[in-house]
């Protein structure tokens, strides 16, 4: 039997199929720009891809696509060995704590939730619905991307304004990246072999779209992304966190809409904002030769140290550092920047081990150090075929 894991996003699909026995992927692929006229659908198995280019106009047909290849590939041939189908939700708000079997009343309380995140909530609906239509009497679970933080006590997620606003209109802190936190938190706790209920961990999911989170005996008690996934660190394209006024400033002087600002604080800021480039690869190319280049690194860096100071103070005392995501599992120079002149804090990174770090999960710390630092490759849609495992 077989789980199969969707993440539907606004013009795509990723999915990946896993053996309910042994956890392991069997297939990997996504649909890419749904109602482009460049679509196309394609698989990864045993090291070999296989490409569908077609028009793809909708979320159906693209789940349609997606049931093709793994048909094609005899991956698949019958909907029968499938045990179910895990699917991301990036927003649960305050009403899903844990992943839940889908419903058409579960349905409709995701949809409540589209003015927190309009662009995500409604993708991820696009796809439970086509799946649900497509995968019939198969069992559908959503897995929530803000349930993870919903551990992070109240002093945390509540924000310094009119209390009536959070009483009415639920805005507080959510946080996101919940599933990427716990499943490397959960590799940590296996390779230094304790029990993750007795661990301080900070988090550090650096991509794209990047956040920290502070982890207390296995639970998330606080998080860097908040109300949005805008709050928090400079981002690839997100300004993270601002002085609020900038907000009315711009609007005042400069005859900027909300919408133009809105627009700008996360597509036009962050990286791309300070060197016009989001992909941290080509920035550290061109650290040595452009200042714009060198001064979005070091901010970056700069940040991400702040909030590593920040969770100390809050965790009281700091088991590990994890660093995942994109840049965090493969910028060596970006990790090592974070970590300089921690060692006060107990926080002593070997350059030697974190230029040699290729496996998936690797120690990057000095033996003298009283904070173990890891990288760790994360995996979202395998932790999400976790908790649908274990909730069948």
């Known amino acids: 039997m077989n789980i199969l894991v969707l993440n539907s996003g606004s013009s795509s699909i990723k999915f990946q199929l896993f053996d309910i026995k042994t956890n392991i992927s069997i297939a990997n692929g996504i649909i890419e720009n749904i109602g482009e006229k460049n679509s196309l659908g394609y698989i990864n198995i ?158 550090l999911h650096l991509g794209n779209g990047a956040s920290v989170c502070a982890i207390k005996n296995g639970k998330s008690i606080d998080t860097s992304m908040g109300f949005t996934p805008l709050e928090g660190l400079m981002m690839g394209t997100r300004s993270g966190n601002i002085d609020p006024a900038i907000i009315p400033y711009l609007a005042n002087n400069f005859d900027l809409t909300v919408e133009q600002i809105d627009n700008i604080l996360n597509q036009q800021s962050g990286l791309k904002g300070i060197c016009n480039t989001k992909n941290m690869k080509e920035i550290e190319l061109l650290i040595k030769k452009d200042k714009y280049a ?69 120690k990057i710390s000095k033996k003298s150090s009283k904070t173990v630092i890891l990288k760790i490759a994360t995996n979202e849609e395998l932790q999400i075929a976790l908790e649908v495992k274990k909730l069948l």
């Open 294 to 362: 060198k001064l979005a690194f070091d901010m970056f860096c700069y940040r991400i140290k702040k909030y590593i100071g920040e969770y100390y103070a809050v965790l009281g005392r700091v088991d590990c550092i994890i660093f995942t995501g994109g840049i965090g599992e493969n910028s060596m120079l970006v990790r090592e920047h974070s970590c300089s002149n921690l060692e006060n804090l107990g926080i002593s990174l070997s350059k030697k081990l974190n230029k040699t770090a290729h496996t998936n999960i690797a």
């Open 46 to 203: 045993k090291n070999k891809k296989i490409v569908k280019n077609t028009p793809i106009i909708s979320h159906k047909i693209g789940l349609e696509i997606i049931n093709q290849l793994l048909e094609e590939t005899n991956i698949l041939t019958q909907h029968s060995q499938l045990a179910g189908i895990g699917h991301r939700v990036v927003h649960g708000g305050e009403k899903f704590i844990q992943p839940i079997i889908i419903t058409n009343k579960v349905i409709k309380q995701i949809q409540k939730l589209i003015p927190l995140a309009p662009l995500h909530n409604n993708a991820n609906i696009q796809g439970i619905k086509s799946a649900i239509k497509h995968f019939a009497h198969i069992p559908q679970i959503a897995v929530f991307d803000t349930a993870f933080h919903m551990s992070i006590p109240k002093t945390a997620y509540i924000y310094p304004i009119p209390y009536k606003y959070y009483q009415q209109h639920h805005i507080r802190r959510y946080g996101f990246h919940g599933t990427s936190h716990q499943y490397v938190a959960q590799q940590c706790a296996t390779y230094l072999k304790k029990d993750l209920s007795k661990l301080n961990i900070i988090s």
